[in-house]
């Protein structure tokens, strides 16, 4: 758990942060019963310049909204008689059950890529979506705004917390030597605290305002993947 008042350093550097104390993330662990709550907007230490959905919200780093429960964000034009499923509070224990496989290929032609998901433990009957993360995403000199793996890139949970999604990409793997490669190398599974999904952004503001990182892989993975154009 870190302070928001730690020193923010210029995208791409390092700086120390302030640690307020150490989360105990086992499932059955002394953290199991901590509830989750988004972010208060805008996202505090940040410093990660990217507009996520420049056509929908070009202002989002201006946008002003305090910290929700998980099972209490505001979702726009709720209404208790619609029938919201996420009610009941969303504790870290829960969280850190979620699992899921992947697996990843090269269609016959060379051209495309798959991606097949198979999840079990996520937060029940809630929207899901995939992003992708590629090489200059995170590239201080120039970063790419990090997109969807497939549109739409949703999928609903069940009310055991399981669910499916499978895309196919285009090019996702070119050669990384070609100029302008820009290469899957990681995908991230998100949870929507507002139940909705962007289109061709992931989200409006952010990791942890927003969008919430369920899952992922540990590192860059499909180095040894190859696509053509």
Partial sequence: MVSPASPVPEFGRLAPYTVVRELDTDPGGADRDLVLHTLPLPLPCNNYPMVFAPEQLPDAAR??????????????DLRAEDGPKVVEPVTLGRWMEASGTLEVAVTPDGRSGTFDFDFSRLVPNSVYTVMSLRARDLDP????????????????????????YHATMPDPFP?????GANRIINVVVLWMSYQRSYGGAIGEFGLGGDIHAHLKLRGPSFQDLRTTP
Avoid: K, Y
Avoid at 63 to 76: C, K, Y
Avoid at 175 to 179: H, Q, R, V
């Fill in 63 to 76: 946008v002003e909204r305090p910290s929700h429960a998980f099972h209490q964000v505001p979702i726009p």
């Fill in 141 to 164: 000199a120039g970063p790419t705004r990090p997109g969807p793996l497939g549109v739409p890139n949703v999928f609903v949970t069940d009310a055991d917390g399981s669910g499916r």
């Fill in 175 to 179: 050669d990384p030597e070609l100029p």
